[in-house]
């Protein structure tokens, strides 16, 4: 799996994100944030280069509940899991590679250290 361009049409509950085995990704932003817009093409190459990473782009906003329970405040947030436990996580990211840091800290078993 690599970078996916839409958003998840149902969001999932803490519980299944919690579930996740292996590596994911989770980005919460909306549609029509310019700061997420403007980030995709960073998103999509740095996730691009580990297609076993996993990646769930959730759509947030007021009284979303999976956005609340991350304490997410900003757009786009990158969470990193390794099996469903927060490793890293990204906010509003300045280029590649600080979402490439943020990658390597997920370890070897998807081939992401240094």
Known sequence: MSFTPHYAAVEPTR??????????VLEFGAPWCGFCMAAQ?????????????????????????????FKVKLWPTLVMLQDGQEIARVVRPQGVEDIRQALRKLGSPDGLAD
Request: proline share 5%; glycine share 10%.
């Open 41 to 69: 093409a960073d998103i999509a190459q740095a996730l691009d280069a580990v297609p076993a990473v996993r990646h769930l782009r959730v759509e947030d906003g007021k009284g979303r509940p999976l956005g609340r329970s």
């Open 15 to 24: 519980a299944e994100v919690d579930a996740l085995a292996g590596t994911t």
